[in-house]
Protein backbone atom coordinates (compact mmCIF):
# COMPACT_ATOMS: atom_id res chain seq x y z
CA UNK A 1 0.00 0.00 0.00
CA UNK A 2 2.83 2.50 0.64
CA UNK A 3 3.51 2.18 -2.92
CA UNK A 4 0.09 2.78 -4.33
CA UNK A 5 0.28 6.34 -2.22
CA UNK A 6 3.73 7.19 -3.10
CA UNK A 7 4.18 10.54 -4.39
CA UNK A 8 0.34 11.11 -3.50
CA UNK A 9 0.15 13.91 -0.68
CA UNK A 10 -3.20 13.52 0.87
CA UNK A 11 -2.41 15.22 4.71
CA UNK A 12 -2.54 18.85 2.81
CA UNK A 13 -5.70 18.22 1.01
CA UNK A 14 -7.21 17.47 -1.81
CA UNK A 15 -8.92 19.27 -4.98
CA UNK A 16 -11.62 16.99 -7.19
CA UNK A 17 -11.22 18.62 -10.79
CA UNK A 18 -13.68 16.38 -11.93
CA UNK A 19 -16.29 13.64 -11.19
CA UNK A 20 -18.05 11.34 -13.98
CA UNK A 21 -20.91 8.79 -13.05
CA UNK A 22 -21.41 5.94 -15.16
CA UNK A 23 -24.69 4.62 -16.05
CA UNK A 24 -23.32 0.68 -14.86
CA UNK A 25 -25.22 0.89 -11.77
CA UNK A 26 -22.99 2.93 -9.38
CA UNK A 27 -19.53 3.20 -10.60
CA UNK A 28 -17.72 7.03 -9.92
CA UNK A 29 -14.46 8.03 -11.06
CA UNK A 30 -12.77 11.09 -9.97
CA UNK A 31 -10.19 12.78 -10.87
CA UNK A 32 -8.06 14.66 -8.71
CA UNK A 33 -4.72 16.69 -7.39
CA UNK A 34 -3.04 16.95 -4.25
CA UNK A 35 -1.14 20.12 -2.81
CA UNK A 36 1.53 19.43 -4.98
CA UNK A 37 -0.53 19.45 -8.00
CA UNK A 38 -0.12 15.52 -8.43
CA UNK A 39 -3.05 14.25 -10.56
CA UNK A 40 -4.48 10.84 -9.31
CA UNK A 41 -7.17 8.71 -10.31
CA UNK A 42 -10.24 7.41 -7.65
CA UNK A 43 -13.11 4.47 -9.38
CA UNK A 44 -15.35 3.36 -7.15
CA UNK A 45 -17.10 0.68 -9.11
CA UNK A 46 -20.55 -0.44 -9.29
CA UNK A 47 -22.80 -2.72 -6.75
CA UNK A 48 -25.64 -3.55 -8.02
CA UNK A 49 -24.58 -6.10 -10.64
CA UNK A 50 -22.97 -8.85 -8.96
CA UNK A 51 -23.01 -11.52 -11.70
CA UNK A 52 -20.34 -13.23 -13.54
CA UNK A 53 -18.67 -10.64 -15.92
CA UNK A 54 -18.64 -11.49 -19.46
CA UNK A 55 -15.12 -9.45 -19.68
CA UNK A 56 -12.27 -10.61 -17.87
CA UNK A 57 -10.80 -6.98 -17.91
CA UNK A 58 -13.90 -5.50 -16.84
CA UNK A 59 -13.83 -3.71 -13.06
CA UNK A 60 -15.37 -6.25 -10.16
CA UNK A 61 -17.98 -5.23 -8.82
CA UNK A 62 -17.88 -3.08 -5.43
CA UNK A 63 -14.08 -2.40 -6.16
CA UNK A 64 -12.51 0.51 -4.82
CA UNK A 65 -9.33 1.61 -7.03
CA UNK A 66 -6.08 4.33 -6.81
CA UNK A 67 -4.65 4.83 -10.26
CA UNK A 68 -5.97 1.33 -11.36
CA UNK A 69 -4.71 -0.18 -8.63
CA UNK A 70 -7.51 -2.37 -6.06
CA UNK A 71 -7.16 -0.04 -2.78
CA UNK A 72 -6.47 -2.92 0.16
CA UNK A 73 -10.10 -3.17 2.38
CA UNK A 74 -9.94 -2.34 5.69
CA UNK A 75 -6.22 -0.70 5.25
CA UNK A 76 -4.85 2.20 6.68
CA UNK A 77 -4.49 3.13 2.87
CA UNK A 78 -7.77 3.16 2.37
CA UNK A 79 -8.62 5.08 5.82
CA UNK A 80 -6.19 7.87 4.45
CA UNK A 81 -7.46 8.28 0.87
CA UNK A 82 -11.48 7.97 2.53
CA UNK A 83 -10.14 10.66 4.89
CA UNK A 84 -8.75 13.33 2.15
CA UNK A 85 -12.27 12.64 0.18
CA UNK A 86 -14.32 13.55 2.76
CA UNK A 87 -12.69 16.89 2.77
CA UNK A 88 -12.02 17.37 -0.56
CA UNK A 89 -12.11 21.14 -1.91
CA UNK A 90 -13.54 21.31 -5.43
CA UNK A 91 -11.56 23.27 -8.47
CA UNK A 92 -12.53 26.29 -10.08
CA UNK A 93 -13.72 23.89 -13.07
CA UNK A 94 -16.55 22.66 -11.56
CA UNK A 95 -19.86 24.92 -11.65
CA UNK A 96 -21.30 25.54 -8.64
CA UNK A 97 -24.17 24.48 -9.54
CA UNK A 98 -23.02 20.65 -9.96
CA UNK A 99 -21.25 20.89 -6.56
CA UNK A 100 -24.17 20.02 -4.30
CA UNK A 101 -24.82 16.60 -6.44
CA UNK A 102 -21.42 15.74 -7.09
CA UNK A 103 -20.74 16.11 -2.71
CA UNK A 104 -23.53 14.14 -2.38
CA UNK A 105 -22.61 11.27 -4.84
CA UNK A 106 -18.72 10.94 -3.93
CA UNK A 107 -20.27 10.97 0.04
CA UNK A 108 -22.63 8.07 -0.93
CA UNK A 109 -19.49 6.21 -2.46
CA UNK A 110 -17.58 6.61 0.72
CA UNK A 111 -20.21 5.94 3.42
CA UNK A 112 -20.59 2.20 0.75
CA UNK A 113 -17.38 1.80 1.31
CA UNK A 114 -17.10 2.40 5.36
CA UNK A 115 -20.19 -0.17 5.21
CA UNK A 116 -20.32 -3.82 6.07
CA UNK A 117 -22.44 -4.24 2.29
CA UNK A 118 -19.14 -3.43 0.90
CA UNK A 119 -17.46 -6.22 3.03
CA UNK A 120 -19.72 -8.52 2.13
CA UNK A 121 -19.70 -7.80 -1.57
CA UNK A 122 -15.80 -8.09 -1.55
CA UNK A 123 -16.55 -11.27 -0.14
CA UNK A 124 -18.87 -12.02 -2.79
CA UNK A 125 -16.58 -11.10 -5.60
CA UNK A 126 -13.79 -13.14 -4.08
CA UNK A 127 -11.66 -9.91 -2.58
CA UNK A 128 -11.71 -10.88 0.91
Known amino acids: MDDLLKGIDLESGVTLNNAVAFMDGGS ?29 DAWIPGNFLLNNTEVPIRSNGERKILSALKSFKFSDKIPFKHRAIERELIDSRIAFVESEDYLKIASEMGRI
Do not use: A, H, Y
Not at 29 to 52: A, H, R, Y
Open 28 to 56: VMLWLTDSNQTPFEILFCQSVSLGKRSNP
